[in-house]
C-alpha cells in the first residue's frame, strides 16, 4: 500500500480477490455515510479472441501515481474513503481485473469521484497491457473514447 492519507486504500496485486466481499467490508469500514459507489473491471474478450492479458507495472512508479490521484479525489469531493484494487501479471477472459469504491455522504460525490478514478486509470495510470490470442501478441493502447473521458476533469494532469 502507497496511501498517505488514511482514507485510502491501495492495493496493486496478482492475487484474485473477491469483490462482494471487498465491497461489503469497505461499506462496513465506513459506518454513516450516505452513499458507497463502486465499480468492478473484468477483463472483456472483445470478438472471442483473446486467450490472456498480461499486465506489467513498475510498483516505484504506478503505487504512488494512482494514490496521489486518489487523494485529490478524496479531498475534492470530502470523501470518507476511497478504495482501488487494480491486478497485474496474466488474466484470463472473465477474471476481475480491478475494483474501485468509493465512499461519501452524498451520492453525487460519491458517484463522480468513482468516475473521476476510473477515467484517470484507464488513461494514465501507469500500467502495460499486452493481448495475447491465436494470432500473436499485441500492446494495448489507449483508447480515445478514454482520453476523452478524461478531458472532462480539467484539473487531472
Given at each position: 500500500?502507497?496511501?498517505?492519507?488514511?482514507?485510502?486504500?491501495?492495493?496493486?496485486?496478482?492475487?484474485?480477490?473477491?469483490?462482494?466481499?471487498?465491497?461489503?467490508?469497505?461499506?462496513?469500514?465506513?459506518?454513516?455515510?450516505?452513499?458507497?459507489?463502486?465499480?468492478?473491471?473484468?477483463?472483456?474478450?472483445?470478438?472471442?479472441?483473446?486467450?490472456?492479458?498480461?499486465?506489467?507495472?513498475?510498483?516505484?512508479?504506478?503505487?504512488?501515481?494512482?494514490?496521489?490521484?486518489?487523494?485529490?479525489?478524496?479531498?475534492?469531493?470530502?470523501?470518507?474513503?476511497?478504495?482501488?484494487?487494480?491486478?497485474?501479471?496474466?488474466?484470463?477472459?472473465?477474471?476481475?481485473?480491478?475494483?474501485?469504491?468509493?465512499?461519501?455522504?452524498?451520492r453525487a460525490g460519491a458517484f463522480a469521484s468513482a468516475d473521476f478514478l476510473m477515467d484517470y486509470l484507464?488513461s494514465r495510470a501507469p500500467f502495460w497491457k499486452k493481448a495475447f490470442s491465436a494470432g500473436g501478441s499485441?500492446?494495448?493502447?489507449?483508447?480515445?473514447?478514454?482520453?476523452?473521458?478524461?478531458?472532462?476533469?480539467?484539473?487531472?494532469?
Open positions: 500500500m502507497f496511501a498517505a492519507d488514511s482514507r485510502l486504500t491501495l492495493q496493486i496485486q496478482q492475487a484474485a480477490f473477491d469483490p462482494g466481499a471487498t465491497l461489503n467490508a469497505f461499506q462496513a469500514a465506513h459506518p454513516g455515510v450516505g452513499a458507497v459507489v463502486s465499480f468492478t473491471g473484468i477483463v472483456r474478450d472483445e470478438g472471442a479472441t483473446l486467450t490472456a492479458l498480461e499486465i506489467e507495472h513498475y510498483a516505484a512508479m504506478t503505487g504512488p501515481a494512482i494514490s496521489a490521484i486518489a487523494e485529490q479525489a478524496i479531498g475534492r469531493w470530502q470523501l470518507a474513503g476511497a478504495l482501488v484494487i487494480h491486478r497485474y501479471g496474466r488474466l484470463l477472459p472473465g477474471e476481475t481485473i480491478m475494483m474501485v469504491a468509493t465512499a461519501a455522504k452524498h484507464k499485441e500492446w494495448v493502447s489507449a483508447k480515445a473514447e478514454d482520453e476523452a473521458a478524461l478531458h472532462r476533469w480539467s484539473d487531472l494532469p
